[in-house]
C-alpha cells in the first residue's frame, strides 16, 4: 500500500503542476472571443498543441491520484470523499474535452485553412457547445474543494490547502473586477488563480504520499 500510495500521490502532484503548465502554454486562457482564438492560436501554434499534449497527461494523472486518496482508510467511508471524488472525476472529463476543443483551434487555424469558414464553427464551440464542457468544469473546482476539506479534516492534509483554494477563489472574484476596471492583467490574473488551484492540487498529492497508511 505504501508504494502505491507514493505513486498515486505523485500522480497527484505533477496532475497540479501540469494543470498549471497546460494553460501557461495557451496563449490567452479563458478567453471564449472565436476570431481572436483563430488569431492567437495561428500566432502560437506549436505552443498550443505542447498545452493539448500536457492537457491529456494531466488528465491522465489525475485517475490515479483520485483512487490513491479515494482508498485511504481514513477517507474510504467519508462521503464528502466520495462527493469530491466524484464531482472532480466528472470535472477530468470535461477538461479532457476543453483539450479537444483546443485541437480543434489548433487544425481550424492552420496554413492553408480559410479562417473565414472556421470563424462560425468557433463561434458556435465558444458559445452554445460550452453546455457541454461549462459544467463539468465547475464540478472540477468543486469536486477539488471538497476533496481538499475532507483531507483536511481528516488529518491526511495540512489546513492551507482548502485555503489555497479559497484564495483562488477571492483572487478571481478581486482581481476580475480589478481587470474589468483596468481594462488590462488578465492573462495574469488568469494564471495568478490557477497556480493557487495547482498549488492546492499538488499539495493534496504530497500530502497523501506521506500519509499512514
Not at 122 to 139: E, G, H, K, W, Y
Amino acid at each position: 500500500m505504501g508504494k502505491t500510495q507514493g505513486l498515486a500521490g505523485g500522480c497527484l502532484v505533477w496532475a497540479g503542476i501540469s494543470f498549471w503548465l497546460a494553460w501557461f502554454l495557451m496563449p490567452l486562457p479563458g478567453t471564449t472571443d472565436p476570431a481572436f482564438i483563430l488569431e492567437q492560436v495561428g500566432l502560437a501554434s506549436e505552443s498550443v498543441f505542447a498545452s493539448v499534449a500536457v492537457q491529456m497527461l494531466c488528465c491522465a494523472l489525475f485517475v490515479p491520484g483520485l483512487l490513491g486518496l479515494a482508498l485511504l482508510p481514513s477517507m474510504r467511508d467519508s462521503t464528502a470523499s466520495f462527493v469530491g471524488t466524484s464531482l472532480t472525476g466528472i470535472g477530468v472529463t470535461g477538461f479532457a474535452a476543453d483539450a479537444i476543443y483546443h485541437l480543434a483551434a489548433f487544425e481550424m487555424s492552420r496554413p492553408g485553412i480559410a479562417r473565414e469558414a472556421m470563424l462560425p464553427v468557433m463561434t458556435r464551440l465558444q458559445s452554445a457547445d460550452l453546455a457541454f464542457i461549462v459544467p463539468q468544469l465547475f464540478a472540477l473546482a468543486i469536486g477539488v474543494a471538497v476533496l481538499a476539506r475532507a483531507a483536511a479534516r481528516a488529518g491526511v492534509a495540512p489546513p492551507r490547502v482548502p485555503r489555497e483554494l479559497l484564495g483562488a477563489l477571492v483572487l478571481a472574484v478581486a482581481g476580475g473586477a480589478a481587470v474589468r476596471a483596468l481594462g488590462a492583467g488578465r492573462r495574469e490574473l488568469v494564471l495568478a488563480v490557477l497556480a493557487l488551484f495547482s498549488l492546492a492540487l499538488a499539495e493534496l498529492g504530497a500530502a497523501l504520499a506521506r500519509a499512514r497508511s
